[in-house]
């Protein structure tokens, strides 16, 4: 299992490469410009259905967008260290 | 001994990320901590014998070769990136001793490691 961590924008080719990466049991943490990828269902298309996403949610909101438009899991700071200390492996 | 993965994807020219990468993976050496590298997308041009960054006063990338003979340092690159940026066998620098994968066995690959660094 790792954690990959994805903080480009998803017009950025890297974070479609980062994506795919997942394997199943893998979380992704979305995070700076990566968060967009929140408010587009794509994203479940592009991953494995057993890969467990999430969003910093001070990055969502922080460009106005409002938490009741992600798709998936926001986890502020506290959430997202418990999950880097939780996980060993780190794809970032 | 922990494997780190340093996989890069920006253009060897107009930027240092190459050299910063291969700069990093070095000094993973007197960490006691294997290095390997990865080039992704443009990142992949750097393999040529005719790519040189110093032409428009950029770093050279032939400054990291003595250290990559030295270390033995492992260089991937993806099969897919060679075939998409036209590169041939002929035209791959031997300095590089570079190891192609499929990128259908990349998730896997960077699974392997223990920590991944992309820059």
């Known amino acids: ?92 | 001994m922990k494997k780190v993965l340093f996989a890069v994807y920006n253009s060897p020219v107009g930027s240092i990320w190459i050299n910063e990468a291969l700069r990093s993976a070095f000094g993973m050496y007197g960490e006691e901590i294997k290095p390997s590298v990865l080039f992704i997308n443009d990142a992949s041009l750097a393999v040529k014998k005719q790519c040189k960054p110093e032409l428009i006063g950029c770093l050279p990338l032939s400054i990291t070769f003595k250290y990559l003979e030295k270390y033995g340092t492992d260089v991937y690159a993806i099969k897919e990136d060679i075939k998409k940026y036209k590169i041939n066998d002929e035209d791959v620098d031997p300095h590089w001793n570079l190891k192609i994968i499929d990128e259908i066995n990349v998730p896997d690959f960077v699974h392997d490691f223990d920590k991944v660094i992309f820059f």
């Open chain 1, 1 to 92: 299992m790792a954690l990959i961590i994805i903080k480009k924008s998803p017009k950025d080719k890297i974070s479609e490469f980062l994506l795919k990466l997942a394997l199943p049991d893998d979380k992704v943490m979305l995070i700076q410009d990566g968060v967009i990828f929140a408010i587009d269902n794509k994203i479940k298309d592009i991953v494995n259905k057993d890969v467990r996403l999430f969003a910093l949610k001070e990055d969502f909101t922080a460009r106005g967008l409002n938490e009741n438009e992600s798709m998936i899991p926001l986890l502020d700071y506290e959430g997202w260290a418990e999950l880097i200390e939780t996980e060993d492996k780190i794809i970032s």
